[in-house]
Nanobody
Framework: QVQLVESGGGLVQPGGSLRLSCTASGINFGFYAMGWYRQAPGKQREMVATITTSGDMTGYADSVEGRFIISRDNAKNTLWLQMNSLQPEDTAVYFC??????????WGQGTEVTVSS
């Protein structure tokens, strides 16, 4: 059984920070590229940040570039997303994704982030 479990979501005020975590089990974590995606109410799911298997390369959506940092520790089977300078537009359910092939592609259940005063 494969499980990706996100944690760290919650309510934060504009300008605040939050760190999301994703722990994986049932897969060889180091074989998978990882990513964070989010879906706001009434909108399509979008890529937020991605990271290569070794963690040597990262990519970000334009909307979060310079504010968010994605990282991973393969020894701990863990993925993080450090979110800084949060704004209301960042409000969404955030999902962890592990990708190796189309047949080996997994999602977590999501963790809700609300940015509001």
């Amino acid at each position: 059984q494969v499980q990706l479990v996100e944690s760290g979501g919650g309510l934060v005020q504009p300008g605040g920070s939050l760190r999301l975590s994703c722990t994986a089990s049932g897969i060889n974590f180091g074989f998978y590229a990882m990513g964070w995606y989010r879906q706001a109410p009434g909108k399509q799911r979008e890529m937020v940040a991605t990271i290569t298997t070794s963690g040597d390369m990262t990519g970000y959506a334009d909307s979060v570039e310079g504010r968010f940092i994605i990282s991973r520790d393969n020894a701990k089977n863990t993925l993080w997303l450090q979110m800084n300078s949060l704004q209301p537009e960042d409000t969404a359910v955030y999902f962890c994704n592990a990708y190796w092939t189309d047949d080996l592609n997994y999602w977590g259940q999501g963790t809700e982030v609300t940015v509001s005063s």
